[in-house]
């Protein structure tokens, strides 16, 4: 790739419980940057267009059963088959906001009892975040906002070990927002801390490999 790194775009996660407001947020957040003249993707996680992503998603509809290891080491590859696309995006100039990401594979699987380490293993060298956004929300206050779904891992108990594990993977790329503030002001929280992040990466900050 013949792009100048100093204008490449922002790998930009956002994580939280279930209900947290992640996809409203996104959507949000991109329509703000698209009229403001970046040029920016959303993306998430799972990537459910794929054949891995086939699987997943008929796994988390109860539609199939599998492994607890056999289902984590594939959203792993669901990421691993984007992270070539990825690195092209970004050195393009392409900010990417991403809906979920590595941080949601380690908690959920390791909410389940696996061993985080033995977890976080086959992500290691996918692309690291410029900015980890985390939507705090207690699985209480997610669970007023109309009720968990019938999919897998929507449990109240659940939940709250899978926000125990989040805690544990917190580095510094990462930003708490108080998830339970008005739609609006998340969303002004949000920008400022996007609008920082971009501006770095352009200025050359180098795209690093996540927990390496
Ligand atoms: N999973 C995994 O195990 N391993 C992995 O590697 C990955 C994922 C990547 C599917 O995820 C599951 O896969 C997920 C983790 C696991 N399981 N769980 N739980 P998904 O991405 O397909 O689905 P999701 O992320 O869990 O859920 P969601 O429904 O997309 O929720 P959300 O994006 O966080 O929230 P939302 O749709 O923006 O908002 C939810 C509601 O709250 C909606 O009615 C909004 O209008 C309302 N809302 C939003 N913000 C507010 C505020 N600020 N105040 C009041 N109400 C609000």
Redesign the pocket.
Known sequence: NTQNSESRGALIVLE??????????STRLVNYLNGIGHSVESW???DRNTGVGQMISSY?SNKSQLDDRAIHLL??AN?WEKRSLMEDELKRGTTLIV????Y??VA??SAKGLDIEWCKAPDIGLLAPDLVIY?DISPEEAAK??GY?G????QREF?KKVALFYQKLQDPTWKIID?????ED?EKLIRDMVLDCILTCKKGKPILKLWA
Do not use: I, M, N
Request: hydrophobic share 25%; proline share 2%; net charge positive.
């Open positions: 939280g419980l279930d209900r947290c407001g992640k996809t409203s947020q998430r996680f799972p988390l959203f792993s990421r809906d979920r990401y590595s949601s594979g959920f699987s939507l906002r109309g779904g999919e897998r891992y929507e939940q998830a339970k503030l008005e739609v998340v």
